[in-house]
């Protein structure tokens, strides 16, 4: 398993933007599949970008398509969630989550598939 850490959440005014970070340490950052999540207390944790090994596939659910970008840096074993036009249901904690995937381009939209998760940041949208 690998250690997973975000950064980057925070209090932002409706329309504005943030760029979550997840530093991955533990094993070889390049062997996992990554994925962003976010719940709210009393719901199910939700998906809301996934990114292959090689960064060749993503996934976004619909409700943040268009306004989230999911990428990684193998070299310095991050992935990032820049948040565009930011609305108050987006406010969760965010959780990063990391699966070994023997697929370079396999991109896992299922809480299910993940086995590593970090401890959230919390991302608050005012209106």
């Known amino acids: 398993q690998v250690r997973l850490v975000e950064s980057g959440g925070g209090l932002v005014q409706a329309g504005g933007s943030l760029r979550l970070s997840c530093a991955v340490s533990?094993?070889?950052?390049?062997?996992?599949?990554m994925g962003w999540f976010r719940q709210i207390p009393g719901k199910e944790r939700e998906s809301v970008a996934s990114?292959?090994?090689?960064?060749?596939?993503?996934y976004y659910p619909d409700s943040v398509k268009g306004r989230f970008t999911i990428s990684r840096d193998n070299a310095n074993n991050r992935v990032y969630l820049q948040m565009n036009s930011l609305k108050p249901e987006d406010t969760a904690v965010y959780y990063c989550a990391a699966v070994f995937s023997r697929s370079a381009s396999a991109a896992y939209g299922s809480k299910n598939s993940y086995d590593s998760w970090g401890q959230g940041t919390q991302v608050t949208v005012s209106s």
């Open positions: 533990g094993r070889t950052f390049s062997s996992y599949a």
């Open positions: 990114i292959s090994r090689s960064a060749s596939t993503t």
